[in-house]
């Protein structure tokens, strides 16, 4: 087993201010950046703040952005850096900062209150549900999401502009309302939800310009852009900018699709 | 809490702050990322660049843009009266004679429109030309953003018309690629150089064309229950492998829809002659 | 004293995981107000690392399968020593638990016919686990916590006020359970990112804070699962239930160290995976105990049958319950049989083609190849057991989860003890924390709604409180009673030694003379651990969190070394090699721990002697209509002779 010290640059402070700080720490074999964080708490910086659980790359706690990227710490092992490189690490940029590598993800919970929930049909009891492989596969791999909130602090609609976090909900919960549009017992179009309208009324569609940095920063693999939102956007297009729809719907109330 | 879920109590600030501002940790630079992030929005940028120079030269330059049996793919179908004649090609004079400049103008808003509104490309143009964002975690040069949600940006929500207009054009290109087994003489059951480029051309054209978005939604996507249209299922899981490499075929067929145009320049305009296998 | 933040509630439920969400649900679907406190974000919680399945018996893959197959199967796997009354109600209700959560939104694999899919997993007789994949537990939590929004949803449409009835306090720990009297009056808390103080005065308490394994080194568990609930119901005076039983997961990874310990899901040899010692062998048919002997394949061939054919072959003793597998991974390495980094094989790239593998474990692949650079689909894993789980808890009654001794106090999930007897099959913790998670959640409410005079919290309680968190910050200064100038301890190092103790010494094979020194160091560390001491200031400040955190898991290492030292014999999850049979006149008995100090006090408590009585009890005898479901020639090998004729 080899190990060496590495140059670590951590961002510490709070809202009121902060800087890089720099440190130097021995690395072994086989570790990642998570343990490298640890054994600064327990060796140089015992309040150094961190947010972990599972270090599995399960729960998405330990979000941060390593060399300017957004990613988790626990899945980012040291052996991609070289041993002469400096990685840098700071907590997420999008978000309000409580401390050093800690931010406030609070945006993200008010958001996800704002989807309304799945609609249970009508006249089926517990049990008695029945769904098809191939019509729930689309739904579950939007349900892999950890929500470690990597994809909502890269979206550049709100990273770079604060105030679009009043209208834009985010890749995460744009994905959120796309997962329960493909759900096959969702009945909230028969409880009068229109699902595909309100993506872009209420939850701020438009405001996404498909530059796909949430399926790229993604440690799940969920192709985000490419599953969720794009086929929102036409979803959302069947119902808003479709005239044969549109007149359709003038002449008679069309079944929802499917 | 510090994440609670109450409103956030401190004041929103001021529009285009970007990351490093507010309560947000004081970072000052746009970014931190140390890999070569340029080198992807500027190589997307220098090729959609190469692209634009090279097809409006050729658009407006009307001229040597058929030699029998290649029509070039800019010019087809050839809608006004100052089109070369082309024997059982893809003329027809829609337009008359007052359509004065290039006809290749008339049928390039087509795929022009459907390529500009196409979800690939709109990542690659918002990325490589307005850099938003130029890559990922890197800031944004905007104070504001509106995103699609407004004019003219809300328009890209007709993507799927001209990915209409897109087949009836990959319909016409299909016809020539037809057209090009002929010889110069317009005897059938010949092939050159130039009928592979054309078949080359068209099968990316068809491949790209039907790898799109609106496509895969149309298609199936736009279904609640797959079980229940078990052949358009199969249709749309064909549709999904072939979307999941779009930009592959984005790129690979406009760059061969342009060697198409240039072999039919170079052959029309005397520069190559086009080898003849039988 | 600086004055605390105080707020009232109905219910009060320690912990977000599947339990405590559950619980929470229930409560406030029965009109009490209801608060859930947890360490991390809410929709962080262990319960997202389950990744084999839920165990009910739904019968959609086996039509055989009933509450009564599922009844005997946890049985046998707790060895039985499981409250019967308690696996009675877990087999009886998991179904309508899994069903329930169908209406809340979950996706579930699925049958040819559309229903829930289930699959095959130890110590189970038919495939009876209903799973997404192999992330089950993430749809589980995922699916609690979209129900916990959406009950918000509704009241804010009737309140305006999201949190009016169900809220939840993110990154919050709870140190003290307030008591008035013998009634629970409510916690007190503090925030982890301010570090601020708080009461939550409530009637009734729910704890469902998990388990204990970050006490020892090599665990699948997280940080969170320092034995808070344990050590809170101790305090608060409840009783924990046989404690020296915690499972030692057989397959976690071994490479690289930094991972060691991560689970490596059951459902990797539910599916088809071997296990291989270094001379290729598969080991597991040496070690088919007895009491399984029938139940077991006893050559490869028939075990491969098995998986097609169910219903004529016996199933593979890679499926043999945890406790077994793990003692035999042990053992073959002792013998100098195990892999490169001091494991065993787990292969399934020989098994399955790469895109089944890909497709059914796609979060193994994933791990492995993240973590430790190993392509399953090509070549084998290494794995060795790893502390994954503890049978015992608080003492509770069946029925209700209410915690026994305390008025208002309930617990439910891993936390509570007796549910898995000596030991748990895979699957049934899922369907464990949904069944008495919301048994707890409807009693607590019921008790809350229905208490007449609400208990009130006494002041001088939550000054001593206060107190007793703010410690670590005056550690510098000298304890009474001890030398000057002692400098303050290292919170990380006191943990690092507690979990290397617990791991050599309490470990999965335990002797008498190891578990007498563990408990002599867990007396040194004790002592040490009052002069625990941090730096910095209050916000979110980890080192300050653990010295907190280490209070709780030294009092439940105690707990398991004292109940681990008296009984003296082999059961489940629990092997003495001192006394290596399964000894039939210790069915009948639990151990109970108490605290020594009746107030719950720590500071008057004697360091040798120990913080933790223990006492005996024996069990009530089992139902005879559930005997019944079992032959009398598989009851001998378990009950005692006088237990078989009463």
Redesign the interface.
């Known amino acids: 087993m080899s190990s060496y010290e590495a140059r670590f640059k951590v961002w510490r402070g709070d809202a009121q201010g902060g800087a890089l700080e720099d440190f130097k720490v021995e690395v072994n074999d086989g570790e990642v950046v998570l343990d490298i964080i640890h054994r600064l708490q327990a060796t140089q910086a015992p309040d150094l703040a961190v947010r972990w659980n599972c270090k599995a790359g399960k729960c998405g706690s330990c979000s941060a952005e390593i060399n300017g990227r957004p990613r988790l710490m626990c899945m980012t092992r040291m052996s991609v850096f070289g041993r002469d490189e400096t990685v840098t690490v700071t907590p997420l940029r999008a978000f309000p900062v409580v401390r050093d590598l800690v931010t406030d993800v609070g945006f993200n919970y008010r958001k996800a209150r704002e989807i309304p929930s799945f609609v249970p049909p009508p006249g089926l009891g517990p049990g008695e549900y029945r769904m098809m492989q191939e019509d729930v596969d689309r739904p579950q791999e939007f349900r892999k999401c950890i929500e470690c909130f990597l994809c909502q602090d890269t979206c550049h609609v709100v990273r770079d502009h604060e105030e679009n976090k009043q209208v834009f909900a985010g890749p995460r919960f744009l994905m959120r309302v796309a997962e329960l549009d493909m759900h096959p017992l969702d009945a909230a179009a028969e409880s009068g939800l229109d699902r595909k309208r309100t993506a872009q009324d209420e939850h701020g569609l438009g405001y996404c310009n498909i530059t796909k940095c949430c399926t790229e920063v993604c440690p799940e693999g969920i192709r985000i852009t490419d599953n969720a939102l794009i086929p929102l956007k036409e979803r959302a297009v069947d119902r808003k900018y479709d005239p044969l729809v549109w007149l359709g719907s003038r002449i008679r109330r069309r079944p929802t699709a499917g | ?8 109590d ?1 004041e ?2 001021a ?6 501002a ?6 000052a630079v746009p ?5 070569r992030w340029w080198l992807a929005p500027a190589a997307t940028a220098a090729g959609l660049l190469a692209f634009i120079v090279y097809s409006t030269w050729r658009a407006f330059a009307d001229a040597d843009y058929y030699a029998a049996p290649y029509v070039s793919p800019f010019y087809s179908p050839c809608l006004a009266e100052r089109c070369r004649t082309m024997h059982a090609g893809p003329n027809a004079d829609l337009f008359g004679s007052w359509w004065a400049i290039s006809p290749a103008i008339i049928i390039l808003i087509f795929p022009l429109g459907f390529r500009l509104t196409c ?1 690939y490309y ?2 690659a143009y ?2 490589g030309f307005w850099l ?2 130029p890559a ?5 040069p ?1 104070r ?6 407004r004019f003219p ?2 328009l890209q ?4 018309y001209f990915f209409y207009a897109a087949l009836l054009v990959a319909g016409v290109l299909t016809y020539d690629t037809v057209l090009a087994f002929r010889d110069p003489h317009y005897h059938w059951g010949h092939m050159g150089l130039g009928t592979l480029v054309f078949l080359v051309n068209i099968v990316l054209i068809w491949a790209y064309t039907l790898s799109c ?2 496509c ?2 149309i298609v199936g ?9 078990p052949v358009r ?1 199969r249709m749309w899981g064909f549709i999904s492998r072939l ?2 490499r ?1 930009m592959l075929l984005a790129w690979t067929s406009l760059f061969s829809v342009a060697l198409a145009d240039f072999y039919v320049y170079l052959v029309a305009s005397g520069a190559f002659d086009d080898p003849r296998f039988f | 004293m600086s004055v605390v933040d105080r707020q009232e509630w109905d219910v009060v439920v320690v912990g977000a995981g599947g339990a405590g969400l559950r619980a929470a649900v229930e409560a406030r679907e029965r009109g009490a107000r209801t608060a859930v406190i947890c360490k991390s974000l809410f929709g962080k919680a262990h319960t997202v690392m389950a990744e084999g399945g839920i165990a009910a018996a739904m019968g959609n893959a086996n039509p055989h399968d009933n509450w009564q197959v599922h009844f005997r199967d946890t049985l046998r796997g707790g060895k039985f020593l499981n409250q019967w009354r308690m696996a009675e109600l877990h087999a009886r209700e998991a179904p309508d638990r899994v069903w329930e959560l169908e209406t809340w939104g979950a996706l579930f694999d699925r049958t040819k016919d559309g229903r829930i899919s289930q699959r095959n997993f130890g110590g189970h007789e038919y495939p009876r686990l209903a799973h997404v994949g192999d992330r089950t537990g993430l749809e589980l939590i995922r699916t609690l916590q979209q129900k916990v929004v959406a009950l918000q949803q509704e009241d804010a449409k009737e309140t305006g006020d999201y949190e009016s009835r169900l809220k939840v306090f993110q990154e919050c720990t709870v140190t003290r359970v307030l008591k008035q009297g013998n009634r629970v009056s409510g916690v007190f808390a503090y925030e982890r990112e301010s570090g601020r103080f708080f009461v939550l005065e409530a009637p009734a308490v729910v704890i469902a804070t998990g388990g204990i394994g970050k006490s020892f080194k090599v665990t699948s568990n997280s940080w969170e699962y320092t034995g808070d609930g344990h050590a809170l119901a101790l305090l608060a005076g409840a009783p924990l239930l046989n404690m020296e039983f915690v499972q030692f997961h057989p397959t976690g990874m071994v490479w690289p160290p930094s991972v060691k310990g991560i689970l490596v899901t059951e459902s990797v040899r539910g599916d088809g995976g071997v296990l291989r010692n270094s001379d290729g062998k598969r080991f597991m048919f040496d070690y088919i105990p007895d009491v399984f002997k029938e139940k077991y394949a006893q050559s490869e061939d028939e075990a491969d049958r098995w998986y097609d054919d169910p219903d004529n072959n016996r199933r593979p003793p890679e499926l043999l319950p945890r406790d077994e597998v793990a003692r035999a991974i042990n053992a073959e390495v002792k013998a100098g049989r195990g892999s490169p980094h001091g494991g065993v094989f787990l292969d399934v790239s020989t098994r399955m083609p790469a895109e089944v593998i890909r497709r059914r474990l796609p979060s193994m692949y994933h791990q492995f190849k993240e973590l430790a650079d190993v392509d399953i689909t090509a070549e084998a894993m290494e794995v060795g057991p790893t502390c994954h789980y503890v049978m015992g808890g608080i003492a509770v009654d069946s029925d209700t989860a209410a915690a026994r001794g305390v008025e208002g106090l309930y617990a439910a999930g891993e936390v509570a003890g007796g549910m898995h007897g000596s030991n748990r099959l895979g699957g049934n913790s899922l369907s464990d924390l949904l069944v008495f998670g919301r048994r707890a959640g409807l009693h607590a409410a019921r008790y809350a709604t229905e208490t007449a005079e609400r208990p009130t919290v006494d002041e001088a309680e939550v000054d001593s409180a206060a107190a007793e968190a703010l410690r670590p910050f005056s550690a510098e200064g000298p304890a009474p009673g001890e030398e000057d100038g002692r400098p303050p301890e290292n919170p990380y190092a006191l943990h690092q030694e507690l979990q290397q103790t617990m791991n050599d010494l309490v470990g999965i094979i335990r002797r008498e003379p190891e578990m007498r020194q563990a408990l002599q160091k867990l007396a040194e560390l004790r002592v040490r651990a009052r002069r625990a001491g941090v730096e910095g200031h209050r916000q979110f400040n980890p080192g300050w969190h653990l010295a907190l955190d280490l209070r709780n898991m030294l009092l439940v290492s105690e707990c398991v070394a004292r109940a681990a030292l008296e009984r003296t014999e082999s059961r489940g999850g629990h092997t003495r090699e001192d006394f290596p049979a399964m000894d039939r006149a210790w069915r009948r008995i639990n151990l109970l721990c108490r605290l020594t100090d009746p107030t719950g006090g720590l500071a008057a408590t004697d360091p040798v002697r120990g913080q933790i009585t223990l006492s005996r009890e024996t069990t009530e005898p089992i139902r005879p209509d559930l005997l019944a479901l079992f032959e009398k020639e598989e009851l001998v090998k378990y009950l005692a002779e006088e237990e078989l004729y009463e």
Do not use: Q, W
Not at chain 2, 1 to 8: L, V
């Open positions: 809490m510090a994440t609670g879920t109450e409103p956030p401190t929103p600030r529009p285009g702050g970007g990351a490093g507010g309560t947000r940790a004081a970072i970014h931190l990322r140390t890999d979800y709109r990542k918002y990325r938003s964002p990922c975690a890197v800031a944004e905007h504001k953003y509106t995103g699609e949600t940006l809300i929500n007709l993507h799927r978005h609106s895969r939604h996507g736009r279904l609640k229950h797959f079980s229940r249209h299922y979307n999941a779009h």
